[in-house]
């Protein structure tokens, strides 16, 4: 079994900045794409940005130039650097890791943007 443990959400103005972070313990054979997803109320959950054991990335255009997502492969773990939020990105936000051949979610953080 995998487990994830997220951090760094919390309440920002906009213009401001956050890291989250994701770190992925347990039984680990093979750690393959890792990536951020959030949802909104009322929205679905959607893609943020992912990140292959390679480094090759995605992101979803709404955050293209302002969101960097990196990983650390000796310490299985997956970051997200969120610059010039805007209150559109308040949302909770989900760590997601394909390992040992399954998807395994994190619990979310919170991340706000106020006006």
């Known amino acids: 079994q995998v487990q994830l443990v997220e951090s760094g959400g919390g309440l920002v103005q906009a213009g401001g900045s956050l890291r989250l972070s994701c770190a992925a313990s347990g039984t680990i054979f093979s750690l393959n794409t890792m990536g951020w997803y959030r949802q909104a109320p009322g929205s679905q959950r959607e893609l943020v940005a992912t990140?292959?054991?390679?480094?090759?990335?995605n992101y979803a255009d709404s955050v293209k130039g302002r969101f960097t997502i990196s990983r650390d492969n000796a310490k299985n773990t997956v970051s997200l650097q969120m610059n010039s939020l805007k209150p559109e990105d308040t949302a909770v936000y989900y760590c997601?890791?394909?390992?040992?051949?399954?998807?395994?979610w994190g619990q979310g953080t919170q991340v706000t943007v106020s006006s």
């Open positions: 997601n890791v394909r390992a040992n051949g399954r998807n395994y």
């Open positions: 990140i292959t054991s390679g480094g090759s990335t």
